[in-house]
Structures are given as structure tokens and as C-alpha cells.
């Protein structure tokens, strides 16, 4: 019985031996694909080939897929791929050179650019594009068309005692408010909370959250006495079911809108979403090209998937940061 | 008889009844909800359905993106998925129900499978993400993809094997004994044969599962724009549930619709998993 055991064992080697044999003839066969084109790049000196990768926030991420298509189809030997963990998860990869550019919706953090520092990694942060954070309500609202910051705090500072609208302004109906608003891991939230609450995170705990803003539209779309809270695009996308309130930090309601936004005037809530680039990687020919088209292009890219485009100087100067 | 035993025939026949309703119900409220999904999707996406939604390579255009970065990654993922998982299911199964000797060791092996059928996927990709993508440095590959679902769906297999093992009689195996064969020529001989719808159909009910994930690929490190195909398995990849993620979190309806396609895309590809499952059980009985 001992021998046939044996043999088991032997059967069990000889798969893992297989298989790591496989994985050990992956690489090799993976070495010559990244040569071929840098031979090719030589014959050609317009060609541009490689890999650039890109991770990071999936606010920006339609963006950046945008340019990577239109990239693509100038310079079809460029690969990007574009991740979507998060501002955060993304920059735990480019600090460790792992990713080329990191796409972000908040400026990177001082724990962030220590780890960066510790690793060698030097970057360049570059302001895409601005997005608005809308506060909405149903449509069968009638009642509300504007709220000052102040009154927002109120409701959703994390020692809100609001509970009806009537709490907010004494003219107002005495009907429970409904909140709902993203989850805690967006980018979206922690901006909110520290706009408004004054501390990234603070909120009150009674509300509906969900990942997915798409369902935050359903929920608002479908309750008379729904508050919460999402990013312009969604907005943008769903206005026939939506009312958006228009924001007063003092200087009297504004409402978002693409002008608006632009022109600084709807505050606290607009915010610049960016992309970080390593400037090691910069000096890839592709790299280089790439950040070049994304500057060039974003002004007429940016709005088409939802976001605001910034003033042409702001994209010049980024230009320049890029030549350097 | 006794007019207290009709009486009893009465109310057991009525009981009979009810509970022959209500069940039938509870099987056609499981159906009910299937249906009302799946005509939702296929209203909204069959119309986005067409060969270009196949070839094309995902776009911020919703009547231009494709799946095929998707679908070419999630059969490069799945294909080496099942390369990995079935030997290593098979064999444990294998080891465990005919070699094991029933000591406390191989009980608490025992345990310890059924209980990592049970956790959830994220934390195999947590587990993907620490060992294959960093120790063993295999990066955000198709490689390790496959791997963490392998170690995803291999306590599934190796259970449905173990019971697909359980089911051959013993008198089969007594009879090849008794003919002079070895236990290895007898499993490979009398128990594999037997046992071998079984675990195939398991191994292909896990590989439909393991289709249909996306948080431990996002874990491991999938991109959500992905617009050339894999070279080979260390090479970038997306698959079909994260391309389908991405497409529902969008702002634009277009892109719900274009994700309901991709939805219909990917219930085809279960649906012909789950054939192939049953047309190899059927091929393998009859020869027994």
C-alpha cells in the first residue's frame, strides 16, 4: 500500500510541476512581445508604442478612458489600461511605480506623497476638469429651492437633530426628510463632508447610502420628501426626474450648471478632479504624448462624458508643467 | 369504518392539498422573479445585442463599445481556471475519500473545505492580491486571476467529487478487488468512470460560478478599460462582470442598456456551460 501512495504523491508532483512549468514559460513568451515594438520604434521614429497604466478614482475614469480611445486610434501600438480602485487604492499603486498615472478626485494626501518621497517617486499633479456636486430633491418638491451652507450642515452634520423640513425653516412642511447619499469609500462623500461638515467623514448616521449613484437617482426620482447629495453628471443625465437645489454660501443661490461650475461661482461644490503623472515615466516618449493629447484634447472630451471642462490657460499652464 | 377515520382521511386530504399549493407557489415565485428579470434585461439590452457589440473594443460611445476585450479576457481567465482547478479538486477528492485514513487530521481537512466553500469571494481576492499579485510577483495578470478563482471554486469541486466518489457502490469496487487489481487501477478503472458525471458536472457548476464574479478580479487588479486583447496568461485583462459593472455605474441610461447586453452576453455563455455539463453527464452514464 506504501508504493501506491507513493504514487499519488508523485501524480499530484508531476501536475504542480506542470503547471508552475507553465507559468515559467509565460514570461519568456511575454519578453519578446515588449521587444518587437521598441525595435519598431526604431525603424520609425513617429511610431509610438509601449504600455502606459493607469489606475485611480472611477469619478475620472471616463475621462481618462476617453482619451486613452481616441489615444488608441492615433497610435494604435499604445496600450492603456485603465483601472478603477479608487482615488486611494490608485495611489497605493503609483507610489509604489507601479502605475504610470493615477487618476484622482482629491488632491493627493500628506501620508500619500510621504510614500511616494520614501519610494523615489516624483510627480506632477494636473487639473483636468471640474465637477460639481449636486444637492437634489424630488421634483414634487415645491417647497425647497434653495439652501444656504449653513442649512446643509444642519441637516447632515453628524449631530443633526433635523428631522422634518419643517426644522430646517419654520414655512416649511413638517414631513420627515429622506437622505440619501454616496457611500462612505467615494470621493464624492468625503469632499461633501468636508465642505460642509468641516471634517472629511462627519456625518450624520441616518441616511440611505449606496456605491452606486445610479440608485441614489432611482431613490430621489421616486420619494416626494428625498435630500441627498451626488455627483453633476448624474444630474445632468437624469434632469427630467431631478430638482436640484440651488446653493447659497453668501453670495445668493446659485444652481449647478456647466457655467457655473466653470466660472467658480456655485461654491463650496464644485471641486477639480486631477491626474498624477510620475515624472520618470514622463520621459517615455509615449507617456509624454499621451498627457500632451489629454491637455489638448480635454476641453472638447471633458463634457462629453459629463464633466466640466477647465479655462484654456489652466490647460496651457498644465502644458507647460508637462514640457518642463 | 369509523366516522372519526373518515373524518382524519378528510382533513389529511385537505392538508394534502394545501401544502401541494403552497409549495407550488414558492416554486412559482422563485420562476416568477427570474422571468420578470430576465425579460427586463433582454427588453433592454437585446436591441443593443448585434456582431459589432461582440468585435468592438469598449468606447465612452455607448453605440460604439464593445465586449471583446471582456469576452476574450474571461476565457483566457476561465480556461486556465479550470486548467488549474480540476486536477487539484479531482486529486484531493481523490486522496481524501479513497487514501485518507479517518484520523482527526484528515476529519479537520475535512472541515476546513466545507467551511472555505462558504467564505466570501472578496476574501479570496484580498487573498489573490497578497499572495499571487505580490509574493510570487505574478502582477495583474490573467495568471493570477486564475488563480484566486481556482482557489475561489476549488473547495465547490472538490466536494461535488467527493460526493460523485461516495455514490460508486462498493460491491464495483470489491469486484475489481477481487479480480486481482490495484487501488489505482481501480480508481482509474472502476471509480473514475463511475464517479465522472458527477464531478463533471460540479467542476462546471464552480466554473459558472467563477465566471460570474467581479469583486475579487477588481481585488487582484482587472482594469475597467481594457482595448487590446491578451497576449498571454501574465498579460493585462478585463472580463465580462467588471465590463458589466463598470457600463451600470455610468451616468448615461445608454450605458444601462449596452450593460443589459452585455448581461445577455454573458447568461449565453452560463447557459452553454451548463449544456456542455449536462451533455457530457449524459454521454458518460449512458456508457456506464
Known amino acids: 500500500m506504501f508504493f501506491f ?17 507553465l507559468v515559467g514559460c509565460s514570461k519568456p513568451a511575454d519578453e519578446p512581445n515588449n521587444e518587437e515594438p521598441k525595435q519598431e520604434a526604431k525603424k520609425e521614429e513617429a511610431k509610438l508604442s509601449g504600455e502606459i497604466k493607469i489606475d485611480g478614482s472611477s469619478t475620472v475614469f471616463p475621462i481618462t478612458e476617453a482619451m486613452a480611445e481616441e489615444f488608441t486610434k492615433l497610435h494604435p501600438d499604445v496600450r492603456i489600461p485603465v483601472g478603477i480602485s479608487g482615488t486611494g487604492g490608485g495611489f497605493k499603486k503609483f507610489v509604489v511605480k507601479e502605475t504610470a498615472i493615477s487618476d484622482a478626485s482629491r488632491p493627493i494626501k500628506d501620508k500619500e506623497a510621504a510614500a511616494a518621497k520614501e519610494n523615489g517617486v516624483e510627480y506632477i499633479e494636473l487639473t483636468v476638469a471640474y ?13 425647497v429651492d434653495s439652501l444656504t451652507v449653513d442649512e446643509l450642515k444642519k441637516i447632515w452634520g453628524p449631530e443633526s437633530t433635523v428631522k422634518t423640513w419643517k426644522d430646517v425653516r419654520p414655512e416649511w ?5 429622506k437622505l440619501y447619499a454616496p457611500g ?8 461633501f463632508t468636508e465642505e460642509i461638515n468641516g471634517k472629511s467623514g462627519a456625518i450624520r448616521q441616518d441616511f440611505t447610502p449606496s456605491e452606486d449613484d445610479n440608485v441614489l437617482v432611482q431613490g430621489i426620482a421616486g420619494d416626494k420628501n428625498a435630500l441627498g447629495f451626488f455627483g453633476f453628471a448624474y444630474y445632468i443625465e437624469n434632469k427630467d426626474k431631478l430638482k436640484a437645489v440651488k446653493i447659497d454660501s453668501g453670495q445668493g443661490p446659485v444652481g449647478p450648471s456647466f457655467e457655473t461650475i466653470a466660472d467658480g461661482s456655485y461654491t463650496p461644490l464644485s471641486r477639480p478632479i486631477f491626474i498624477y503623472v510620475n515624472k520618470a515615466e514622463l520621459k517615455r516618449p509615449e507617456v509624454k504624448e499621451f498627457v500632451k493629447f489629454y491637455m489638448e484634447n480635454a476641453k472638447e472630451l471633458v463634457p462629453q462624458v459629463g464633466y466640466v471642462a477647465l479655462s484654456d490657460d489652466k490647460y496651457a499652464e498644465n502644458l507647460k508643467k508637462i514640457v518642463q | 369504518m369509523s366516522p372519526e377515520g373518515i373524518n382524519n382521511i378528510k382533513r389529511r386530504n385537505i392538508t394534502n392539498t394545501v401544502f401541494h399549493g403552497l409549495l407550488f407557489l414558492s416554486t412559482l415565485i422563485g420562476i416568477m422573479f427570474l422571468i420578470v428579470l430576465i425579460a427586463q434585461i433582454l427588453i433592454k439590452g437585446l436591441g443593443w445585442l448585434d456582431w459589432d457589440f461582440i468585435t468592438n473594443f469598449p468606447s465612452r460611445f455607448p453605440k460604439k463599445a464593445g465586449i471583446k476585450s471582456a469576452l476574450v479576457g474571461t476565457i483566457w481567465v476561465i480556461s486556465f481556471t479550470a486548467l488549474f482547478s480540476f486536477p487539484l479538486g479531482v ?8 487514501y485518507s485514513k479517518k484520523s482527526w487530521y484528515n476529519r479537520l481537512l475535512q472541515i476546513n473545505i466545507s467551511n472555505l466553500a462558504g467564505v466570501p469571494s472578496i476574501v479570496y481576492g484580498m487573498l489573490g492580491l497578497a499572495v499571487f499579485v505580490k509574493l510570487f510577483n505574478f502582477e495583474r495578470s490573467i495568471l493570477s486571476a486564475s488563480l484566486t478563482l481556482t482557489l475561489l471554486i476549488l473547495p465547490v469541486i472538490i466536494v461535488a467529487s467527493q460526493e460523485a466518489l461516495k455514490s460508486v457502490p462498493n460491491s464495483l469496487k470489491e469486484g475489481s478487488y477481487a479480480l486481482g487489481m490495484s487501488k489505482w487501477q481501480t480508481i482509474t478503472g472502476v471509480v473514475l468512470p463511475f464517479a465522472l458525471p458527477g464531478i463533471l458536472t460540479g467542476t462546471i457548476l464552480a466554473l459558472s460560478r467563477a465566471i460570474g464574479e467581479a469583486a475579487p478580479l477588481i481585488m487582484v487588479g482587472a482594469f475597467g478599460y481594457v ?30 442598456n449596452i450593460a443589459a447586453a452585455g448581461i445577455i452576453v454573458l447568461l449565453i455563455l452560463l447557459l452553454s456551460a451548463n449544456a456542455v455539463a449536462i451533455i457530457l453527464r449524459n454521454k458518460y452514464q449512458k456508457r456506464i
Not at chain 2, 486529486?91 to 479513497?98: F, K, N, R, V
Not at chain 2, 478585463?238 to 445608454?254: A, D, G, M, V, Y
Open chain 1, 184 to 191: 462612505t469609500d467615494s470621493g464624492t462623500f468625503d469632499y
Open chain 1, 131 to 143: 465637477d460639481g456636486l449636486s444637492v437634489l430633491v424630488n421634483p414634487a418638491n415645491t417647497w
Open chain 1, 173 to 177: 412642511p413638517a414631513e420627515e426628510i
Open chain 2, 227 to 256: 482595448a487590446f486583447l491578451p497576449k498571454g496568461p501574465m498579460d493585462y485583462f478585463t472580463t465580462l462582470p467588471i465590463q458589466i459593472f463598470n457600463w451600470t455605474s455610468r451616468p448615461q441610461s445608454e450605458f444601462q
Open chain 1, 5 to 21: 501512495k507513493n504514487k499519488t504523491v508523485v501524480f499530484l508532483a508531476i501536475i504542480l510541476v506542470l503547471a508552475l512549468a
Open chain 2, 91 to 98: 486529486g484531493t477528492a481523490i486522496y481524501l475519500e479513497e
